[in-house]
């Protein structure tokens, strides 16, 4: 066993929860009828694979393409002003270049926001479709017993009830041969 590892200790599943926050509240209630926090843990189950497509709100893209379009404009305003020779001043065809650079690079912006809006990064997550509160196989018998005589917590009862007045699990043994 690794130095950082904490020994697996045998645990059985007190009550089964659509929600963390329910979990929460269930050892929250068995913590306020004395059992220890530390030998208690919630564990998600269930586990699925959850992808999030997220596109970006079109006034964002707007906004940033008019802030690339302003500094395209700036640039150009400045590159036309050093080589070329124009009537107007080298500060007029700076701020003219500044406004086509806005104006083509909002347009620009709200031609992909509304067009081309496709997510860049598609985001992968596991995650628990339920959450199962365990304890120490010593302690299961008294936790059972708390949450079958609970009357003040409304939150997944049915289900909690369910496991409650199952048998407990048998530890199974890898010495049985």
Avoid at 143 to 164: F, K, P, Y
Wanted: proline share 6%; aromatic share 6%.
């Amino acid at each position: 066993m690794r130095p950082d590892q904490a020994p697996v200790v045998p645990s059985g599943v007190i009550a089964s929860v659509s929600t963390l926050e329910n979990a929460q509240r269930t050892v929250d209630y068995l913590r306020s009828y004395g059992m220890d926090a530390g030998s208690l843990s919630i564990v998600g189950a269930d586990l699925r694979q959850a992808r999030k497509r997220q596109g970006v709100p079109v006034a964002k893209l707007t906004a940033i393409g008019a802030a690339q379009g302003a500094v395209l404009g700036l640039l150009a305003g400045v590159f036309v002003t050093l080589v070329a020779e124009t009537s107007l001043t080298g500060l007029a065809v700076v701020v003219w270049g500044f406004v086509y650079g806005v104006l083509l690079g909002t347009l620009w912006g709200l031609f992909r926001g509304l067009i081309r809006n496709r997510p860049d990064v598609v985001a992968t997550e596991v995650v628990p479709t339920r959450f199962e509160i365990r304890c120490p196989d010593e302690e299961l018998s008294v936790a059972q017993t708390l949450l079958a005589d609970a009357d003040d917590v409304d939150d997944g009862r049915v289900e909690r009830q369910a496991i409650a007045d199952a048998p407990p699990e048998k530890p199974a043994h890898r010495d049985a041969a």
